[in-house]
């Protein structure tokens, strides 16, 4: 080792150094692919219907780094407006200046939190370069949240189960300390994954109208499914009213209040009689209803602590009139002849809720009614079964010729070898319209 005259760089060093000649690389090579796909876009355009109006330069951060290049602004005859052909038929907005890929890694970031500013640190820290404020990512989260999806293939169900639950969140500078968030996550049913179960083609539904929560609900359903009078809904919750509220929406509802929640309450009242305790646990896991009431019914008063004791008997009064949403609901669902295996008893509603909660309750944060919903939006979209893409706002035909971006660098970085390979830059701007570019253009060939 004493012989080497030069300096060995450390490991990170080394990464680093490597990190950023990639990021050269990357910012040459995304700028001759984009300004050659203006130039295949400019020659198979629909001349009648596209003019040439000006060559643009403009600058865009990418996780690579910012790119600088050039596209052709175009007048659309048949609307009279002016348009970037080159943003629409790659489906991005280019006066956005952030690419489409760090637009999805930043809101990733700060959907997973803990907040806006870590995000921009994390950014930042990958990347080597400060990319977008904690503030600009906000905002192009409740963009993005607040952008219509694509809409989807209905889909066909005997069953749904819907887990229904609110979220109370705090507001900003508002004459009211916070708000609950209605939200449903609808499935299909269970299936094994490794040892896992995972919920199938599970979506989310967040009530945004002031209107009735299940008439919001309904509509919703029929814009992803296809309902009819043989669908059977199964939801569950935790007893509260606006929730038991959906079997007079739906012909064939099935209500289970949720075991986690009466578990908990349960404990809270009997946690110190363990015999109850225990008889009560077991009732709830085999969701036999007679045999939990017979338990809660053996409690003396006397047994519940003084403080407690109006509550408790509140409480037993709410499991006696909720009898019969502790029962099995595959037993009716059998009953009416629908084949039950493979389902498993309802209860996923919190574990759904501390995904969300996680998020916007964690570090005891403050939001603006807009910002929670496009958090809650955001969080539910990357969790659902598939992302919903985003609706096409600007369809434009796709050109006819095949290429590959290979083949593009390729030819790009080729040598030129004069006028046989070269180009005339008059061809490849807007004067190629006027009667000398015209002219030119009819000599091909010759």
């Given at each position: ?5 030069t ?6 060093e ?17 700028r ?14 629909d ?10 330069e ?40 952030v ?41 192009k ?22 887990e ?17 968030h ?6 299909e ?5 490794g ?59 099935i209500?289970?209040l ?31 209803p ?150 030119l253009?009819?000599l091909?060939?010759?």
């Open positions: 080792m004493q012989h080497f005259t300096t060995i760089p450390t490991m990170k080394l990464e680093e150094w490597m990190f950023r000649k990639m990021q050269d690389l990357f910012t040459a090579a995304m001759t692919a984009l300004e050659k796909l203006d130039e295949i876009i400019l020659e198979q355009r001349r009648e219907r596209y003019r040439v109006k000006a060559e643009r403009t600058s865009m951060n990418t996780v690579f780094g910012n790119i600088r290049f050039k596209r052709r602004l175009y007048m659309d005859r048949q609307t009279g407006k002016y348009v970037y052909l080159l943003d629409q038929h790659l489906r991005f907005e280019g006066r956005g200046k690419s489409p890929h760090l637009l999805e890694t930043a809101i990733a970031f700060a959907a997973e939190g803990p907040s806006y500013r870590d995000s921009a640190r994390r950014l930042e820290q990958l990347l080597g370069y400060p990319v977008l404020s904690h503030e600009a990512i906000r905002e989260l409740i963009e993005q949240a607040e952008k219509p999806v694509k809409a989807v293939e209905k889909r066909k169900a005997r069953v749904l189960f819907v229904v639950d609110g979220l109370y969140t705090k507001l900003q500078r508002r004459k009211r300390h916070g708000m609950e209605a939200i449903a996550v609808v499935h049913g269970w299936e094994q994954v040892k896992r179960v995972r919920l199938t083609n599970k979506q989310h539904y967040l009530h945004r109208s002031e209107g009735d929560f299940w008439e919001g609900f309904g509509d919703f359903l029929t814009e992803q499914y296809a309902i009819d009078e043989d669908t059977w809904l199964v939801v569950g919750g935790d007893g509260a009213s606006w929730i038991g509220e959906c079997e007079s929406y739906f012909h064939k509802c209500y289970m949720d075991r986690f929640h009466v578990a908990r309450d349960l404990k809270r009242f009997v946690g110190h009689l363990p015999k109850i305790w225990k008889d009560a646990r077991q009732a709830l896991a085999r969701q036999d007679a045999a939990l009431m017979a338990a809660v019914e053996r409690v003396a008063i006397e047994e519940i602590a003084p403080d407690k004791r109006e509550a408790w008997s509140a409480y037993k009064s709410f499991l006696r009139r909720h009898r019969k949403h502790l029962e099995d609901y595959r037993k009716t669902l059998e009953a009416n002849g629908i084949d039950t295996t493979g389902m498993r008893p309802m209860g996923s509603a919190e574990a759904q809720m501390r995904v969300l909660t996680k998020r916007t309750k964690r570090g005891g944060y403050s939001w603006s009614e807009r910002g929670a919903r496009a958090m809650l939006t955001t969080v539910m979209r990357s969790k659902q079964a598939g992302w919903l893409e985003e609706a096409d706002e600007h369809k434009v035909e796709t050109p006819e010729r095949v290429f590959s971006v290979r083949k593009i660098l390729k030819d790009a970085i080729r040598p030129a070898k004069g006028c046989v390979d070269g180009m005339i830059r008059l061809l490849r701007s807007q004067w190629q319209s006027r009667p000398t570019g015209l002219a253009e009819g091909k060939g010759y």
